[in-house]
């Protein structure tokens, strides 16, 4: 029993004294991975301030490329206009070398011909100076225009645009004109009112009306085809100028495109609706045009 009593007594102590050192052990341990927790965290904190700096550097470095790509355009413009210029002054120079190698018999072909240079360059600075007014009128009507027509209505039913020499207007279908009909509607006697009154404030210029359509055939009682459709939509829009807003039909054009001359594909319903359009031109009388064109117009 004595025996007994001291192996139990022993095996007690030491199982106490394995507690103790396990306790300890898990202490340490749970000590360290708090430890190891918050450097990882601090890592985390470190990795996401690092992609935020890389992703700025990418910007920084995409902003650089692009003006860098800017800049060499620019240069590549400029070596351009370098080498015009040379080609320019090489021509110059062959000129020159070519006059100085006539015989004082020329003199009077020399003469001759830099009275015509001089006349023509009257000439292009008098065509010069009409494109000038011409734009400036352009750009004003086309102005005059937009303010009229930028009240009551979608800007996808009205479109305005000066393109070389004459100022055009857009029109959708369905702002003018009932479906599958050149009848107006009681908008488009807004619309066209509002164009009237810039129209009769420039008795020197035309309007001329063209109708377009899609390429959906059409044919019934009153209309053969999208060809006859055309016409009648442009005749209609003419016939008002004149009767309800005075035009003069001395200055009035009308004129029918049919599906032709397409601004989209027919193939899409947006397509044709783009297509279904009533374009309004206004352009400079003919006969004034060609009095541009005449040498005796320009100054002496």
């Known amino acids: 029993m004595k025996y007994t009593y001291l192996l139990l007594s022993v095996f007690l102590f030491a199982s106490c004294a394995s507690k103790k050192k396990i306790e300890e052990a898990q202490l340490i341990h749970s000590q360290e991975m708090a430890v190891a927790n918050q450097q990882l965290g601090e890592c985390g904190e470190k990795l996401n301030e690092l992609m935020s700096q890389n992703e700025q550097l990418k910007s920084q470095l995409n902003t650089a490329k ?8 620019q240069m590549a413009d400029l070596r351009s206009q370098l080498d015009d210029v040379k080609t320019q002054r090489d021509r110059q120079v062959d000129q020159v070398g070519e006059l100085t190698v006539l015989s004082q018999s020329a003199n009077d072909n020399i003469k001759e011909t830099l009275d015509q240079l001089e006349d023509r360059d009257k000439y292009i600075k008098f065509l010069q100076a009409a494109k000038t007014k011409a734009d400036s009128i352009n750009l004003a009507l086309a102005i005059n225009l937009k303010g009229a027509l930028s009240s009551g209505i979608e800007d996808e039913d009205v479109e305005i645009k000066v393109d070389k020499t004459v100022v055009f207007i857009n029109l959708s279908d369905k702002m003018l004109y009932y479906s599958g009909s050149s009848n107006l509607t009681t908008k488009a ?7 009237a009154k810039i129209v009769e404030s420039r008795p020197n210029f035309e309007v001329m009306v063209e ?9 019934n009682s009153c209309l053969e085809d999208n060809w006859d459709l055309s016409v009648k939509r442009a005749t209609s829009v003419v016939r008002l100028l004149q009767d309800k807003f005075n035009i003069d039909p001395n200055r009035l054009i009308a004129a029918g495109r049919g599906q032709y001359n397409a601004l989209a594909s027919n193939d899409t319903a947006e397509g044709r609706a783009t297509n279904r359009r009533t374009r309004i031109i206004i352009l400079p009388k003919i006969n004034e045009f060609y009095d541009l064109l005449n040498p005796d117009m320009a100054p002496k």
Not at 190 to 195: S, T
Request: glycine fraction near 8%; charge should be negative; hydrophobic fraction near 30%.
């Open 211 to 219: 109708g377009y359509t899609d390429n959906v055939p059409i044919k």
């Open 66 to 73: 692009t003006s860098l790509e800017l800049r060499q355009e």
């Open 189 to 195: 006697n807004e619309v066209l009112g509002k164009i």
